[in-house]
């Protein structure tokens, strides 16, 4: 392994789309220097909520913000958990999430999907036709939004890396899926109030799943073992693959390939953003009809509920 760019010791890690070989301690710092750039670019200030599931990234995300605060106080990070009641693997992550905001004394919010909205996420994919993953979606979604704009905060920042997008960028474009490739949130999107949409930050947009890893290996930072049980099978997996073997013969295909399509979005006239209230809920919703996908999706839970009481003829 080469020498550190920075210092005499030895590279622990090679960055090929960076040109850059570093060691533990350089390595860092220049993460935490990528998560500042973003809140930088952006004037992040104010109230912050983090979307902490308890996985790698978020994990790290909420440590490198934690830091960034001990010598910055241009924004104050709450930490925010869903239980999303998937058995033991939702009872184990908030444990964890827990313990690790206790440990770096970050104030944490707890949501219990069952409590708050009568379901866990296996009941509503049991009534759902749609994926697994898909029916989480809605409702992370819908919750993360809701609870950050009902307790005033002015930000959302959530864990996505740049695996996660360019794959679920990269399935789309290979099945025609308009849809995703149009609403696929950047690295940024401002507040937009008179729709009660919350302003969001992804900070680990252009951080790949690798350095998320490292970053949190390095300070011994605790992240849920084991894979959601729900998500075996998901063709996304899949897709991820694809990526190992394009890496190779160009280290920054993945950072052009997302730029390429933010920029192409930018030129098309019908980017759909969110315009109206759904009429149920009153939060904003992308749908075509009066209700949004997680009112939907909570409807039919209800009906079939019912139904399987007997009580709709
Ligand atoms: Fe939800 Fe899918 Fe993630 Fe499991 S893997 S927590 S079902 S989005
Ligand atoms: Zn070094
Ligand atoms: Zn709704």
Redesign the pocket.
């Known amino acids: 392994m080469k020498k550190c760019r920075f210092c005499d010791s030895s590279a622990i890690v090679r960055l090929p789309y960076a040109n850059l070989s570093l060691c533990g301690e350089h390595f860092k710092g220049y993460y935490i220097g990528r998560i500042r750039r973003v809140l930088d670019k952006h004037k992040i200030h104010g109230e912050v909520l983090v979307a902490t599931s308890g996985g790698k990234d978020s994990m790290a995300l909420l440590h490198a913000l934690s830091e960034i605060s001990k010598v910055d106080d241009r924004a104050n990070f709450t930490a925010f958990h869903i239980n999303l009641g998937i058995f033991d693997y939702s009872r184990k992550s908030e444990e964890i999430v827990r313990e690790f905001s206790k440990k770096l004394g970050v104030v944490l919010i707890v949501y219990d999907l069952k409590k708050e909205i009568g379901y866990t996420i296996p009941e509503l994919i049991r009534v759902s036709k749609r994926p697994p993953c898909a029916v989480c979606g809605i409702v992370k979604r819908?919750v993360l939004n809701k609870v950050a704009y009902e307790c005033g905060f002015d930000y959302l920042a959530t864990g996505h890396n740049i695996d996660d997008i360019s794959t679920i960028l990269l399935k789309a474009l290979l099945s025609q899926d308009m849809y995703t490739i149009l609403r696929m949130q950047s690295e940024f999107s401002p507040p937009r109030n008179d729709i009660k949409l919350v302003g969001k930050i992804r900070p680990q947009f252009y951080l790949s799943e690798m350095e998320n890893r490292l970053y949190a290996e390095l300070n011994k930072i605790p992240v849920i073992g084991e894979d959601c049980p729900l998500s075996k099978g998901a063709t996304l997996h899949k897709y991820r693959s694809l990526w190992d073997h394009i890496l190779k013969t160009n280290p920054v295909s993945q950072i052009n390939f997302i730029r390429s399509i933010l920029k192409l979005r930018e030129q098309m006239a019908a980017f759909k953003q969110p315009t109206h209230l759904?009429?149920?809920?009153?939060?904003p919703?992308e749908s075509e009809t009066e209700?949004?996908a997680?009112?939907?999706l909570i409807d039919s839970a209800g009906k079939r509920n019912t139904e399987t009481l007997g009580l709709v003829s």
């Open positions: 819908w759904c009429k149920k809920c009153e939060f919703t209700l949004c997680f009112c939907r």
